[in-house]
């Protein structure tokens, strides 16, 4: 597995979010992914949707994914 096919699944899936996916061991990776999808979810609904995209693939492929989800507000009020 490499980071960019874990962009485009996600990509392919949340076709509205920025996304961008570290890692170097194919195994572990970091992930932040923006999109406006998440107004008004909570953290965890955030991340079922980004699990979602990825499937059977969590807990296989992926090992271990760190993730960083944010609306496009929220990423702008962080870099102000």
Request: proline share 6%.
């Amino acid at each position: 597995m490499t980071p960019e096919t874990i962009e485009q699944l996600i990509t392919e899936h949340m076709p509205e979010a920025r996304v961008s996916v570290a890692g170097d061991d194919g195994t572990h990776f970091q992930a932040a992914v923006i999109s406006p999808a998440f107004e008004g979810k909570p953290m965890l609904a955030r991340h079922r949707m980004v699990y979602e995209a990825l499937g059977a693939r969590m807990g296989g492929e992926i090992h271990a994914l760190s993730l960083r989800t944010l609306t496009p507000a929220e990423r702008d009020a962080q870099s102000a």
